[in-house]
Every structure is written in structure tokens, then in C-alpha cells.
T-cell receptor, first 111, second 116 residues
Framework: GIQVEQSPPDLILQEGANSTLRCNFS?????LQWFHQNPWGQLINLFY???GTKQNGRLSATTVATERYSLLYISSSQTTDSGVYFC?????????????FGQGTILTVHP | DGGITQSPKYLFRKEGQNVTLSCEQN?????MYWYRQDPGQGLRLIYY???????QKGDIAEGYSVSREKKESFPLTVTSAQKTPTAFYLC???????????????FGDGTRLSIL
């Protein structure tokens, strides 16, 4: 099946810093989603981005489908950005919409 | 408000006991999914269902069972054969569009299950 690798595994920032999280995947995808899991375990949809670039406030994401990677940019980070960021992909075909998740990037933002 | 409701939030089970986790959605989504998250790990698919009365095994289906008798409901039973001590269970749903396939998944708030 499709493999998803995220980097870095851990990231520690001071408030106000910018960061880039990366997601590499091993095959073509129909769907790519970025999620933020907060300390209470809630999984928050950030972006649905199988290709192209999207922005939402301080967050933006770019997926280059032909090169099989996606980037999540966080600018002017805040302590509330702390948590785990997951990339998840759907490979299409007979995968019936199921998502394959990466292992996540643990982000800690210090005041 | 539309959304996905999982209950209970916390559940403890004794060894040898079966328990059922509830997942209800009022988004009119066709597909529903169950994922398990082990501590410090990503999510893995247990079961999924595209339509009522049909469901398929995911990557880690052993020790679990599901039913899909109604579009809005997809309960998961964790049987005594499932030995994972503590895990976080997340339910998701997504719409299906004929011309574009499955759309983004939306998740409930999860159920944390521990074995006593």
C-alpha cells in the first residue's frame, strides 16, 4: 500500500517563529488532508489539498502531486498551534476513500 | 449543528468483555470509517462502509466487528479477542460525489478505551 512519511518528527519553536512541515508519499493520490490534533485528541481539518496551494490565515499548504510531496507552512506561530500535525492521503482506485496517515509531527510552541 | 458524535468519551473494559462504541453523523454522508490511534502513533483504519448494509475490513480489523443498518450510524464492537491495552478510537465520515469520488473526511471527538 501507499506509504506516507512526515518530517521532522518533532519541532520546538518560540512564539512568533515560522515553520515548514513536510509530507512525502509513495504513489499518486486522489486526496490529501492535513490535520491538527490538539491536546484533547480532537482531529481538526486544516486543508483538503490533493494539488495546488491554499491559505487559511497564518497557515498555508502546497501539494506538488507530480513530485509526491506536500508542505504545511505555519507563520507567526502561537502557543495554541502546539499539538500533532498529520498528513493523510487516499490513493484512489480500490481504496474506497480510506486515508493512510503519516506518523505525525509533534509541534511545541513556547511563549 | 451538523457533525459526528462519538460516545462515550472514556470507556473501560475488563478482559473477556465486549464493548460497543457509538458513532452517529447527521451530515448525510455516505461513507463512514473507524480508525484506531495507539499512543504516539498515527491513525490506522479498522473498518469502513460506503453504503448501508455494506462494510469492508481495513488494515487492523482483527478483534473488531461493525454494522451499518442506518446511514447515520456505524457502531464498532471491540471483542475480547482484541488485546490492545489502551487506544483512542476515532470515527469519520465523508460524502461521495459521482463525478469526483470520495470527499474530505470529517472526524468525531473520539473514544478513549482502556482495559482494566
Amino acid at each position: 500500500g501507499i506509504q506516507v512519511e512526515q518530517s521532522p518528527p518533532d519541532l520546538i519553536l518560540q512564539e512568533g517563529a515560522n515553520s515548514t512541515l513536510r509530507c512525502n508519499f509513495s504513489d499518486s493520490v486522489n486526496n490529501l488532508q492535513w490535520f491538527h490534533q490538539n491536546p484533547w485528541g480532537q482531529l481538526i481539518n486544516l486543508f483538503y489539498i490533493p494539488s495546488g496551494t491554499k491559505q487559511n490565515g497564518r497557515l498555508s499548504a502546497t501539494t506538488v502531486a507530480t513530485e509526491r510531496y506536500s508542505l504545511l507552512y505555519i507563520s507567526s506561530s502561537q502557543t495554541t498551534d502546539s499539538g500533532v500535525y498529520f498528513c493523510a492521503v487516499n490513493a484512489g482506485g480500490t481504496s474506497y476513500g480510506k486515508l493512510t496517515f503519516g506518523q505525525g509531527t509533534i509541534l511545541t510552541v513556547h511563549p | 449543528d451538523g457533525g459526528i458524535t462519538q460516545s462515550p468519551k472514556y470507556l473501560f473494559r475488563k478482559e473477556g468483555q465486549n464493548v460497543t462504541l457509538s458513532c452517529e453523523q447527521n451530515l448525510n454522508h455516505d461513507a463512514m470509517y473507524w480508525y484506531r490511534q495507539d499512543p504516539g502513533q498515527g491513525l490506522r483504519l479498522i473498518y469502513y462502509s460506503q453504503i448501508v448494509n455494506d462494510f469492508q475490513k481495513g488494515d487492523i480489523a482483527e478483534g473488531y466487528s461493525v454494522s451499518r443498518e442506518k446511514k447515520e450510524s456505524f457502531p464498532l464492537t471491540v471483542t475480547s479477542a482484541q488485546k490492545t491495552p489502551t487506544a483512542f478510537y476515532l470515527c469519520a465520515s465523508s460524502p461521495y460525489l459521482l463525478d469526483r469520488g470520495f470527499q474530505p473526511q470529517h472526524f468525531g471527538d473520539g473514544t478513549r478505551l482502556s482495559i482494566l
